[in-house]
């Protein structure tokens, strides 16, 4: 169930339960005939059933045990790198721990703004993407007082002062602060997210300049590294693949933020299916601010770490149907930015509170998910109303403008009226990216590009059990996040977990 506090609020997702789609797309009364269809456009819904199947064929990547050994080339690489930034500066923590999302900023993985982010498209640019929270800071320590300052800040963001910090912390960090000087004569530091994201991007260009400079066969091709708002965006080339890494500097914080508090207190979807510890087990700020807020100190609060536990519960058809939604607004809703597909995930959250959980596990129900997430979004549009999920109070589409509204509201009606045909589109966007990735991968193997480590010895071969085992891994957790503790002195060693299983 939705929590009580949105129930009555006009426009809220709480608000949702009576949608359209909960009636009219509905199976025949008991001695009905024909296909079940969907009153709004017609469309028979075994129809849209099938076209969300082939979709999620299409989109889902497909690894042998070539591009697993380059996922895990890819992925060494990128820790290596971390590790000569750490040793650049000794800024950041010396054994950090790092979470590693399947799919890109871009993608939604994360709640961050996309209006200032180049344009990539999977099979033009990249094959497969992901995204890196490092840690700029790990706040870990129960026994360190931290300064969450929202009294500047938007729901859902805060500075974040330095001034309890040992003196140690803040002359490491002072060139990334802004300084502001009291009347009594002290002085507030505030970690600053532009400053840091200028550091990490300047250390993580030097690091790859000097790596290219000495390059040995077998190492990634930096492909492209660039700078998108505070997120910096790395496209490496391993063997015949090419994948795009964005990598997020963030603070780390164990716990659980107070403005969040309440949410601990309503009914939740996943009660009983995991346990309150590891839906809170820590908290990020990423560098992001509100509408109005300065970029120079404001951070938003991210429940990313959260979020990868809560995707346990949800059932296969929900997600596809996500997936496929998803797909579909990327690409309608483009232009202009105002509609992540970050904002479609709090929705699916929110419907998986207010639902019934064995109406969301029927597996033959993708299409019904489907038109109640654009039923749901054009709500949202309609209303300008989108709770983020673990702080209700805050209106996710709160800045949107009337006209900006009105105008996606306006598209996701013409796809609520069609929504085979745009299926069908998406479903050929994602065969045009296989088919540029197949194409890429054949002049590769055709030119004779070197596979990753290929100049190895005899007995220095990747063994294939790696490769075998890697291979088990993506095909058995599809779509799953994978969390990375690494110590930059010693990187060989493979230090990650999918969800909670260890490797």
């Given at each position: 169930?939705?929590?009580?506090?949105?129930?009555?609020?006009?426009?809220?997702?709480?608000?949702?339960?009576?949608?359209?789609?909960?009636?009219?797309?509905?199976?025949?009364?008991?001695?009905?005939?024909?296909?079940?269809?969907?009153?709004?456009?017609?469309?028979?819904?075994?129809?849209?059933?099938?076209?969300?199947?082939?979709?999620?064929?299409?989109?889902?990547?497909?690894?042998?045990?070539?591009?697993?050994?380059?996922?895990?080339?890819?992925?060494?690489?990128?820790?290596?790198?971390?590790?000569?930034?750490?040793?650049?500066?000794?800024?950041?923590?010396?054994?950090?721990?790092?979470?590693?999302?399947?799919?890109?900023?871009?993608?939604?993985?994360?709640?961050?703004?996309?209006?200032?982010?180049?344009?990539?498209?999977?099979?033009?640019?990249y094959d497969m993407d992901f995204t890196l929270?490092?840690?700029?800071?790990?706040?870990?320590?129960?026994?360190?007082?931290?300064?969450?300052?929202?009294?500047?800040?938007?729901?859902?963001?805060?500075?974040?002062?330095?001034?309890?910090?040992?003196?140690?912390?803040?002359?490491?960090?002072?060139?990334?602060?802004?300084?502001?000087?009291?009347?009594?004569?002290?002085?507030?530091?505030?970690?600053?997210?532009?400053?840091?994201?200028?550091?990490?991007?300047?250390?993580?260009?030097?690091?790859?300049?000097?790596?290219?400079?000495?390059?040995?066969?077998?190492?990634?091709?930096?492909?492209?590294?660039?700078?998108?708002?505070?997120?910096?965006?790395?496209?490496?080339?391993?063997?015949?693949?090419?994948?795009l890494y964005d990598i997020v500097p963030v603070?780390?914080?164990?716990?659980?933020?107070?403005?969040?508090?309440?949410?601990?207190?309503?009914?939740?979807?996943?009660?009983?299916?995991?346990?309150?510890?590891?839906?809170?087990?820590?908290?990020?700020?990423?560098?992001?601010?509100?509408?109005?807020?300065?970029?120079?100190?404001?951070?938003?609060?991210?429940?990313?770490?959260?979020?990868?536990?809560?995707?346990?519960?949800?059932?296969?058809?929900?997600?596809?149907?996500?997936?496929?939604?998803?797909?579909?607004?990327?690409?309608?809703?483009?232009?202009?930015?105002?509609?992540?597909?970050?904002?479609?995930?709090?929705?699916?959250?929110?419907?998986?509170?207010?639902?019934?959980?064995?109406?969301?596990?029927?597996?033959?129900?993708?299409?019904?998910?489907?038109?109640?997430?654009?039923?749901?979004?054009?709500?949202?549009?309609?209303?300008?109303?989108?709770?983020?999920?673990?702080?209700?109070?805050?209106?996710?589409?709160?800045?949107?403008?009337?006209?900006?509204?009105?105008?996606?509201?306006?598209?996701?009606?013409?796809?609520?009226?069609?929504?085979?045909?745009?299926?069908?589109?998406?479903?050929?966007?994602?065969?045009?990216?296989?088919?540029?990735?197949?194409?890429?991968?054949?002049?590769?193997?055709?030119?004779?590009?070197?596979?990753?480590?290929?100049?190895?010895?005899?007995?220095?071969?990747?063994?294939?059990?790696?490769?075998?085992?890697?291979?088990?891994?993506?095909?058995?957790?599809?779509?799953?996040?994978?969390?990375?503790?690494?110590?930059?002195?010693?990187?060989?060693?493979?230090?990650?977990?999918?969800?909670?299983?260890?490797?």
């Amino acid at each position: 169930m939705a929590a009580p506090a949105l129930s009555g609020r006009a426009g809220s997702v709480g608000s949702l339960g009576n949608s359209p789609t909960s009636t009219a797309a509905g199976r025949l009364p008991p001695g009905g005939s024909g296909p079940e269809l969907d009153f709004r456009s017609g469309a028979r819904m075994e129809d849209l059933n099938r076209l969300i199947q082939d979709f999620s064929k299409h989109d889902q990547r497909e690894y042998d045990d070539q591009r697993a050994l380059e996922i895990h080339t890819a992925k060494d690489f990128i820790f290596s790198m971390l590790g000569m930034v750490q040793k650049l500066d000794q800024k950041l923590p010396v054994a950090n721990e790092y979470l590693l999302l399947s799919g890109g900023v871009r993608e939604g993985v994360v709640d961050m703004d996309l209006d200032e982010l180049s344009v990539y498209a999977r099979g033009t640019d990249y094959d497969m993407d992901f995204t890196l929270l490092v840690p700029a800071l790990k706040l870990h320590d129960r026994n360190q007082p931290v300064t969450l300052d929202m009294r500047h800040s938007a729901l859902g963001h805060s500075w974040l002062s330095l001034r309890l910090f040992d003196e140690g912390t803040i002359n490491k960090w002072k060139d990334c602060c802004t300084i502001v000087d009291h009347i009594n004569g002290t002085t507030n530091y505030f970690f600053s997210p532009t400053l840091v994201a200028d550091w990490f991007y300047q250390s993580i260009s030097l690091v790859l300049l000097e790596v290219q400079k000495k390059p040995q066969r077998g190492m990634p091709r930096v492909e492209k590294v660039e700078r998108n708002g505070t997120i910096i965006s790395v496209i490496l080339g391993v063997g015949s693949s090419r994948m795009l890494y964005d990598i997020v500097p963030v603070v780390s914080f164990k716990g659980w933020p107070a403005v969040a508090q309440s949410w601990l207190m309503e009914n939740h979807f996943w009660d009983g299916k995991i346990t309150e510890e590891e839906v809170i087990s820590g908290f990020y700020l990423v560098p992001a601010c509100s509408y109005k807020g300065r970029k120079e100190n404001e951070w938003r609060l991210s429940f990313a770490r959260s979020e990868v536990q809560l995707k346990k519960c949800i059932s296969s058809s929900l997600m596809q149907a996500y997936q496929a939604c998803k797909a579909i607004i990327i690409k309608l809703l483009s232009r202009p930015k105002a509609i992540s597909p970050y904002h479609l995930r709090s929705i699916m959250l929110w419907a998986c509170d207010r639902l019934p959980a064995n109406y969301l596990a029927q597996e033959d129900f993708s299409a019904h998910f489907l038109l109640g997430l654009i039923d749901d979004l054009q709500h949202c549009l309609v209303n300008k109303m989108c709770p983020n999920y673990f702080i209700p109070q805050c209106n996710m589409l709160e800045h949107l403008s009337d006209e900006t509204a009105m105008l996606h509201a306006r598209k996701l009606s013409s796809v609520r009226s069609d929504p085979a045909e745009h299926l069908r589109t998406t479903i050929e966007h994602a065969k045009a990216a296989n088919r540029l990735t197949v194409e890429l991968q054949w002049r590769g193997s055709s030119t004779n590009l070197p596979s990753p480590q290929s100049d190895s010895g005899g007995d220095n071969q990747p063994d294939d059990r790696l490769a075998k085992k890697l291979q088990q891994l993506v095909t058995e957790n599809p779509g799953k996040s994978i969390s990375v503790f690494i110590n930059p002195d010693d990187v060989t060693r493979p230090h990650f977990r999918i969800d909670d299983k260890f490797f």
